[in-house]
């Protein structure tokens, strides 16, 4: 027996095929910097949302949309690839989890800072 399920298997596939199509595939010169960091793929494999990141601010909504009308492309050459009855539909999304971790982690330096800036203070008393 599988220690997963079966959508959580097709997922890892989704986001490995789907960095590789855009990365060799897509000539649009327009593209930022993408990677993919996770697809999430429907438990009746129909349907999977498709995380990127972009490292361009400015290029994110025109990356998002170039990836949108390239959808159905990318699903052809997923269909090319991988061995499935139906090879699932695919949207688009901006993952702003690096974001956040990256906010997260500046909340810390400044407490760490804050915390330092004060103990120093008291031992010079």
């Known amino acids: 027996m ?7 298997r097709v ?14 595939k897509l000539k649009d010169p327009s593209l ?10 429907s438990d009746d ?3 999977a949302r498709v995380y990127v990141s972009v490292l361009e601010d400015a290029k994110k909504a025109e990356t998002l949309k170039i990836l949108s009308s390239s959808a159905k492309f990318i699903r052809g050459e997923l ?6 009855k139906f090879i699932p539909s695919l949207a688009f999304k901006l993952d702003s989890s ?5 906010k997260i982690d500046r909340i810390f330096d400044k ?3 804050t915390k330092e800036g004060s103990g120093n203070n008291e031992s010079s008393n």
């Open 98 to 102: 690096i974001e956040y971790g990256s």
């Open 79 to 84: 269909g090319k690839r991988i061995k499935m």
């Open 2 to 8: 599988h220690p997963y399920k079966r959508s959580a």
């Open 32 to 41: 930022g910097f993408i990677t993919v960091t996770e697809a999430d793929v």
């Open 11 to 24: 997922s890892d596939l989704i986001r490995q095929e789907t960095a590789d199509i855009i990365m060799r």
């Open 111 to 113: 407490i760490r800072s």
């Open 45 to 47: 494999l129909r349907h």
